[in-house]
T-cell receptor, first 117, second 110 residues
């Protein structure tokens, strides 16, 4: 079945540095991908919608200058956490939709654990 | 605004007992409802969606528009059903932006 892959699965970075997380659709093209954030024992919160070839759409309260999203190709979206701080430590998950006629099924990446020290 | 409510954070049942995970939603329109499952250390995966009206791993869920509910049920729980379950909602369109409930951790005891 369709697979969405994230890399890295775990990353530790120093406070003040930037870190990039990749989300790839491995065997299908995704014009739209979504980035979620999940705190421990909490639900997934949508951060932004990543649109291939155009600017991402951010949810209210998400700083677009801090969470840079680039969707340069139909199979890759990247999330860059700039000037990371410990409060940015979280589990970041991306998803992509396998379009009709495959039923608009949503597939999730395996997630990326970010720890800012 | 769209919202998904899962009132139970934790639910424990014994093996072989029936299980029901509750989900209520609010949405002005015709949403599509999903149940996602996350087994320990695995990615989130689709369990079922209301438009398919199918049974996956013995689980079923019926959309009740009058009660705005989409409860997940299984008549006989198995230990391997222990996982985190998320109810989610999507509006119309092909993009599939999801709004998730807070999740219910199901533990099936031997």
């Amino acid at each position: 079945g369709a697979v969405v892959s994230q890399h890295p699965s775990r990353v530790i970075c120093k406070s003040g540095t930037s870190v990039k997380i990749e989300c790839r659709s491995l065997d299908f093209q995704a014009t739209t991908m979504f980035w979620y954030r999940q705190f421990p024992k909490q639900s997934l919160m949508l951060m932004a919608t990543s649109n291939e070839g155009s600017k991402a759409t951010y949810e209210q309260g998400v700083e677009k200058d801090k969470f840079l999203i680039n969707h340069a190709s139909l199979t890759l979206s990247t999330l860059t956490v700039t000037s990371a701080h410990p409060e940015d430590s979280s589990f970041y998950i991306c998803s992509a939709t396998l379009p009709v006629p495959s039923g608009n099924t949503i597939y999730f990446g395996e997630g990326s654990w970010l720890t800012v020290v | 605004a769209q919202r998904v409510t899962q009132p139970e954070k934790l639910l424990s049942v014994f093996k072989g007992a029936p299980v029901e995970l509750k989900c209520n939603y609010s949405y002005s329109g015709s949403p599509e409802l999903f149940w996602y499952v996350q087994y320990s250390r695995q990615r989130l995966q689709l369990l079922l969606r209301h438009i398919s009206r199918e049974s996956i791993k013995g689980f079923t869920a019926d959309l009740n528009k009058g009660e705005t509910s989409f409860h997940l049920k299984k008549p006989f729980a198995q230990e391997e059903d222990s996982a985190m379950y998320y109810c989610a909602l999507s509006g119309p369109g092909s993009a599939r932006q999801l709004t998730f409930g807070s999740g219910t951790q199901l533990t099936v005891l031997p």
